[in-house]
C-alpha cells in the first residue's frame, strides 16, 4: 500500500495551493481519508477529512472556510484545496488512509489510521 502526496511548495501569504494525494495497493473507496499537518517544533495535527464516498467532511477551525477536501474515487486521489493561504500554515503535509465500514466517518485523529502517506511541505512565506 502506498499514499503518495504532491503538489506542496512554496507560495506567498494569500496565494493558493492544491495537494493531492493518490493510493494504490488499497481499495480506495473502503478507505475514509484524513489529511494532517505537522508544523516545526510542534506536533501533528488533524486538518480535514472526508468519508468513504465524499458525503461528510470535516475541518479544524484553523483552516474553516480556507481549505476544501474532496476526492475521487475513480482515480484513488483525494485533494486537499488551500486557499488564502498564511505562514501559520507552512507544514509537511501528510494524508491517511482508514479503513471503515461506515459511509459518513471520516478520521479527525491519528489513532485509527491504517495508512500514511510520505508528506509533503508547504511553506508559506514572502
Known amino acids: 500500500v502506498q499514499l503518495v502526496e504532491s503538489g506542496g511548495g512554496l507560495v506567498q501569504p494569500g496565494g493558493s495551493l492544491t495537494l493531492s494525494c493518490t493510493a494504490s495497493g488499497l481499495v480506495f473507496n473502503k478507505y475514509s481519508i484524513g489529511w494532517f499537518r505537522q508544523a516545526p517544533g510542534k506536533e501533528r495535527e488533524a486538518i480535514s477529512c472526508i468519508g468513504r464516498y465524499r458525503g461528510n467532511t470535516n475541518y479544524a477551525d484553523s483552516v474553516k472556510g480556507r481549505f476544501t477536501i474532496d476526492r475521487d474515487n475513480a482515480k484513488n486521489t483525494s485533494y486537499l484545496q488551500m486557499n488564502n493561504l498564511k505562514p501559520d500554515d507552512t507544514a509537511v503535509y501528510y494524508c491517511?488512509?482508514?479503513?471503515?465500514?461506515?459511509?459518513?466517518?471520516?478520521?479527525?485523529?491519528?489513532?485509527?489510521?491504517?495508512?500514511w502517506g510520505i508528506g509533503t511541505l508547504v511553506t508559506v512565506s514572502s
Open positions: 491517511a488512509a482508514e479503513v471503515t465500514a461506515r459511509y459518513e466517518y471520516c478520521p479527525t485523529t491519528e489513532s485509527g489510521v491504517d495508512y
